[in-house]
């Protein structure tokens, strides 16, 4: 995941935001690795996590891509960078991609009226703040390759066949070209259907 972020031009900083609990320092050694920094944050309070790091590398926007996405895609990072560094919204989604392809963008300021407005630490899902209060600004990319437009498509890593197709995706994309894409993927599903019955 590290490795396709940094082919996303539009970043200057690439950050991973975990927790101080024991069970994920083993991230402080791979951030090290991979050359990458990292905070340590609360392990309930996302937005306050995302918040704190936020403050921490002076970040005015940041763009935010779950762990459990190991197939993001540098180009869609680019887009919603450049829409969310004009400062006219607060929340810019590539929502219509497949799961595990789209990113957040996320204006600061925001981040910091939520914590302000939030009555609890667990927030996880913290995508409601923006689209249930009626406070912010959202925009959603338009994905002008309809081909890319599959939401029900899932590419993320919930459960374990899922890493079972992750698997096989780079198995079949990683030996032809170090970066692939949303469209190879897509042309791996249209050449090899029998690969979404996992």
């Given at each position: 995941?590290?490795k396709r972020?940094k082919?996303a031009?539009n970043?200057s900083?690439i950050?991973?935001?975990t927790?101080?609990?024991?069970?994920?320092?083993?991230?402080?050694?791979?951030?090290?690795?991979n050359?990458v920094?990292?905070?340590?944050?609360?392990p309930?309070?996302?937005i306050?996590?995302l918040?704190?790091?936020?403050?921490?590398f002076n970040a005015?926007?940041?763009?935010?891509?779950?762990?459990?996405c190991?197939l993001?895609d540098?180009?869609?990072?680019?887009?919603?960078?450049?829409?969310i560094s004009?400062n006219?919204f607060?929340l810019v989604?590539?929502?219509d991609?497949?799961h595990?392809i789209?990113?957040y963008?996320?204006?600061?300021?925001?981040l910091e009226k939520i914590?302000k407005m939030k009555?609890k630490?667990?927030?996880?899902?913290?995508?409601r703040?923006?689209?249930?209060t009626?406070?912010?600004?959202i925009f959603?990319i338009?994905?002008?390759?309809?081909?890319?437009?599959?939401?029900?498509l899932r590419?993320?890593?919930?459960y374990?066949?899922?890493l079972i197709?992750?698997?096989?995706?780079?198995e079949?994309l990683?030996?032809?070209?170090?970066l692939?894409d949303?469209?190879?993927?897509?042309?791996l599903?249209?050449n090899?259907?029998?690969l979404?019955?996992?």
């Amino acid at each position: 995941m590290i490795k396709r972020i940094k082919y996303a031009k539009n970043i200057s900083n690439i950050i991973i935001c975990t927790s101080y609990l024991n069970e994920d320092r083993e991230l402080n050694k791979i951030a090290k690795k991979n050359s990458v920094e990292i905070y340590n944050g609360s392990p309930n309070d996302v937005i306050l996590r995302l918040y704190n790091a936020a403050k921490k590398f002076n970040a005015r926007f940041i763009i935010n891509i779950t762990a459990d996405c190991p197939l993001v895609d540098p180009y869609y990072i680019d887009l919603v960078a450049k829409k969310i560094s004009q400062n006219k919204f607060d929340l810019v989604r590539s929502f219509d991609l497949p799961h595990g392809i789209f990113v957040y963008g996320i204006k600061v300021d925001a981040l910091e009226k939520i914590c302000k407005m939030k009555k609890k630490d667990d927030t996880e899902i913290w995508e409601r703040y923006f689209t249930d209060t009626g406070l912010f600004k959202i925009f959603d990319i338009d994905i002008k390759n309809k081909n890319h437009n599959k939401p029900g498509l899932r590419l993320t890593v919930d459960y374990p066949e899922d890493l079972i197709l992750i698997k096989k995706i780079y198995e079949k994309l990683w030996i032809k070209k170090k970066l692939f894409d949303t469209e190879d993927i897509i042309k791996l599903f249209e050449n090899e259907p029998h690969l979404l019955e996992i």
